[in-house]
Every structure is written in structure tokens, then in C-alpha cells.
């Protein structure tokens, strides 16, 4: 199975929380990753520490998890097939 490559990190800039709580996404990100006025985001605490948010669109997060969910099942069919 080939190995998917992660795309480097980048700055998109800065943004700064108002009073309600809200953020601006910068335009070239919103471009860039085609977030759209509608889009539905997830925000996630980062795994590398409670200080640092993640942000996904929720159809990303949802192949992800499917795809997650289909290589678990090709896994699981291979160790029933080990076991016999």
C-alpha cells in the first residue's frame, strides 16, 4: 500500500479573538483550502498539547475516519486469516 504524504505546514498569518470568541480565517487559507461562508469546521485540541487547536472541514473528517474505519477492517480480516 503506498504511503500517503503529508503536506508541509504552513503560516497562513495570524488572526485575532474577538469578543464573542470568533476568529477571521485568512483569505489565502480560505482559498487555498476552499473553506467557503457554510462550511462546516471541527476544532480539535491538538495531540501535541493542550495549548494548539486543529481546525478540519467536517466532510475531511469524515473520509478520514472512513478510511481509518477501512484499513482497520483489512486488518482485522488478515489476522482471522492468520488465525486459521
Same mark, same amino acid.
Given at each position: 500500500?503506498?504511503?500517503? #504524504? =503529508?503536506?508541509?505546514? &504552513?503560516?497562513?498569518?495570524?488572526?485575532?479573538?474577538?469578543?464573542?470568541?470568533?476568529? $477571521?480565517?485568512? %483569505?489565502?487559507?480560505r482559498?487555498e483550502?476552499?473553506?467557503?461562508?457554510?462550511?462546516?469546521?471541527?476544532i480539535?485540541? #491538538? =495531540?501535541?498539547?493542550? &495549548?494548539?487547536?486543529?481546525?478540519?472541514?467536517?466532510?475531511?473528517v469524515?473520509?478520514? $475516519?472512513?478510511? %481509518?474505519?477501512?484499513?482497520?477492517?483489512?486488518?482485522?480480516?488478515?489476522?482471522r486469516?492468520?488465525?486459521?
Open positions: 500500500m503506498a504511503k500517503e #504524504s =503529508m503536506p508541509d505546514p &504552513h503560516f497562513w498569518g495570524s488572526a485575532t479573538v474577538g469578543e464573542r470568541g470568533q476568529i $477571521v480565517i485568512p %483569505a489565502a487559507s482559498q483550502l476552499d473553506i467557503k461562508p457554510g462550511d462546516k469546521l471541527l480539535f485540541s #491538538s =495531540m501535541h498539547g493542550k &495549548h494548539s487547536l486543529t481546525v478540519m472541514k467536517a466532510e475531511q469524515t473520509e478520514l $475516519v472512513s478510511r %481509518a474505519m477501512a484499513r482497520l477492517s483489512k486488518m482485522e480480516e488478515i489476522a486469516q492468520e488465525e486459521k
